[in-house]
C-alpha cells in the first residue's frame, strides 16, 4: 500500500480456519499472552470439539502456560478420543507424575511403553516412577531394558531430563538429573549439559529469576555459546528485567550475526524501540530505530506475524517512512485483524497522514478489540486533539487515565503507565480549561467578548502545543 492508498484489513482466505487460529494462537503465546492464546485454542475447540490432536495442542499449551489442572483436563480428553496417541500418552503420563498422582501415572507410563517398546526413553521414564515409588527391583529391570535399546546407556537419564522439558516437568526432569549424578557416583561439579538442563527447566516452570541466575553463571562459564546468552535474555525479559534482556540479545546476535532465531530478532527490535522511546531525538534515537527496523525485518523474513510486522511499521514511522509503514502496518493487519495494538497504530499512522475517516475507523476496531494499554491509548488520545479532535481525544485519555488505575483511591502509578497517567490528566485539565472559556465567550457581554476570546485561544493553543516533544511523538512516532 502506498502514500493515500489502504489496503483492506482482510484474512488470507487461502489459509484453513483451524491452521489459522494454531498460527494466531502460536503468536500470542510468543508475545506471552497466555489468555489470548487459550481463547484461540477453544475457539478451534468450537469448530472441531471431537478432534483428539486439537485438545492435545490445547493440553501442550496449558502446560507451557503453567496452567496444570486445565492441561490435565485437556490431555485426558484426547486420550478419550485418541487413546493411542503417544505424545498425548507421554504428556498425560509425565503431568501425573509431577502432580504427584504417581498411581495413577504408572498405567499411562505402561500404555506409552506397550506403544514405543523399543524407545529407551519410554522405558527410562517408567524406571523413574518405579523409583519415585520405592519399587527398585522394578526400576532397576526397566532400567536395563531402557539402556539395552540406548546407543549411550551412560548419558540415558539425562536425556529423559532433556526430553521432557518440553512438557515444562520440572520436578521430573530434577528427579531424573539426580538419578544422573548418583549413577556417576556425585564425583566432581555438575557437567555443563546438566546445568543447562536444570536452567531450562527453571525457564519452563516460570521461575524465571532462579533461571537467570543459572543462566548467568553459564554464560560465565561457556561465553562463546550465543544459545545461552539468547536464553538468559528470554529469562531476564521474562522477569521484566528489559535493559538487561536487550544487552543480553545484542551480546547474542553478535557472537551470530546470521542468526535465524526469529523470536531473538523480535525481541531485539521490541526493546530496542523501546529505548528508542525513551531517549531524546537526535542521531542516536535514529540509529536505534533503525536497528529497531532491520532486526524486525529479519525477523518477518523468517517467520512472517503481526508482531513482526508491527514491529517494522513503528519504526518506519519513526524513521518518517510513512509508505513503508503502512506496508508494515497493513501486512500485519492481513495476518491478524484482532490486534488491537496494530489498529492502534494504524490509527496513529493514518492521523499524521490527514486521512480522518480510516483513523476514525481504526480506532474502533482498535477499541472494540480491548485497547487498554494506558501509554498506547494517551498517544492516541494527544494524537486526536492534536489535529482538534476534542471530543473523542478527550473520551480516549478518559480511557487512559482508567486503564492506568485511575486518579483517586489508589498508589502513585510509576514507570512509563505513571506518566501516561499523569500526561493524561494533564492533556484532560488543558481541555477541559479550553472547553470552559469557550462556554464563558459565547455567553459573555459584549465589551468582555474580546477578553474571553483571547483567553480561549490561549487555552486552545496550550492544548495543540503541549508538550511539543511527547506531541510529536504521538503523532509522528508510532
Not at 555459546?225 to 536464553?231: G, I, Q
Request: proline share 4%; charged share 25%.
Amino acid at each position: 500500500a502506498g502514500e493515500g492508498t489502504f489496503r483492506a484489513p482482510v484474512v488470507p482466505t487461502s489459509e484453513p480456519r483451524l491452521v489459522q487460529l494454531l498460527r494466531l494462537a502460536e503468536e500470542s503465546e510468543g508475545e506471552r499472552q497466555w489468555e489470548a492464546a487459550c481463547a484461540l485454542h477453544e475457539e478451534r475447540l468450537c469448530l472441531a470439539e471431537n478432534d483428539g490432536q486439537l485438545w492435545k495442542e490445547y493440553g501442550l499449551m496449558l502446560l507451557r502456560a503453567g496452567q496444570p489442572a486445565k492441561a490435565e483436563a485437556a490431555l485426558r480428553e484426547s486420550l478419550s478420543i485418541a487413546p493411542e496417541d503417544t505424545i498425548a500418552l507421554t504428556a498425560y503420563a509425565v503431568l501425573l507424575f509431577c502432580r504427584d498422582k504417581l498411581d495413577d501415572a504408572e498405567s499411562f507410563f505402561k500404555g506409552a511403553v506397550d506403544l514405543s517398546n523399543e524407545s529407551p526413553l519410554a522405558w527410562a521414564a517408567l524406571a523413574t516412577l518405579y523409583a519415585s515409588q520405592g519399587r527398585e527391583r522394578d526400576a532397576k529391570r526397566a532400567f536395563k531394558q531402557a539402556a539395552s535399546l540406548s546407543p549411550d546407556p551412560d548419558s540415558l537419564r539425562l536425556l529423559l531430563a532433556e526430553s521432557v522439558l518440553p512438557l515444562c516437568a520440572e520436578s521430573m526432569a530434577e528427579v531424573a538429573l539426580s538419578q544422573h549424578a548418583l549413577a556417576k557416583g556425585g564425583e566432581g561439579s555438575e557437567p555443563l549439559r546438566a546445568r543447562i538442563c536444570r536452567a531450562r527447566a527453571r525457564a519452563a516452570a516460570h521461575r524465571h529469576e532462579e533461571a537467570v541466575v543459572l543462566f548467568e553463571q553459564l554464560v560465565v562459564d561457556a561465553p562463546e555459546r550465543a544459545d545461552l546468552r539468547t536464553e538468559l535474555g528470554h529469562a531476564l525479559f521474562c522477569a521484566g528485567q528489559s535493559a538487561s534482556a536487550l544487552e543480553s540479545y545484542v551480546s547474542a546476535l553478535s557472537l551470530s550475526p546470521d542468526s535465524r532465531d526469529a523470536l531473538l530478532l523480535l525481541r531485539t527490535s521490541q526493546l530496542t524501540a523501546l529505548s528508542a522511546e525513551a531517549s531524546p531525538p537526535g542521531p542516536v534515537q535514529h540509529a536505534m530505530w533503525t536497528r529497531s527496523r532491520d532486526a524486525a525485518l529479519r525477523a518477518c523474513k523468517l517467520r512472517p506475524s503481526a508482531s513482526t510486522w508491527l514491529a517494522v511499521g513503528k519504526a518506519c514511522a519513526a524513521l518518517s517512512s510513512s509508505t513503508e509503514a503502512e506496508e508494515a502496518l497493513s501486512e500485519a493487519c492481513v495476518l491478524n485483524n484482532r490486534d488491537h495494538k496494530v489498529w492502534a497504530h494504524l490509527c496513529l499512522l493514518t492521523l499524521r497522514l490527514g486521512r480522518r475517516d480510516e483513523a476514525a475507523h481504526s480506532l474502533r476496531q482498535a477499541l472494540r478489540l480491548g485497547l487498554a494499554d494506558a501509554a498506547l491509548l494517551e498517544r492516541l488520545g494527544a494524537a486526536l486533539l492534536h489535529v482538534g479532535d476534542w471530543a473523542i481525544g478527550q473520551d480516549v485519555l478518559q480511557r487512559a487515565v482508567a486503564a492506568g488505575g485511575g486518579p483517586q483511591g489508589r498508589a502513585p502509578a510509576r514507570g512509563r503507565d505513571g506518566r501516561a497517567q499523569a500526561d493524561c490528566r494533564g492533556h484532560l485539565a488543558l481541555r477541559e480549561g479550553a472547553r470552559r472559556e469557550q462556554a464563558r465567550v459565547g455567553g459573555a457581554p459584549h465589551q468582555g467578548a474580546a477578553r474571553g476570546a483571547a483567553r480561549a485561544e490561549r487555552h486552545a493553543r496550550q492544548v495543540s502545543s503541549l508538550s511539543d516533544a511527547r506531541l510529536a511523538g504521538c503523532v509522528g512516532v508510532i
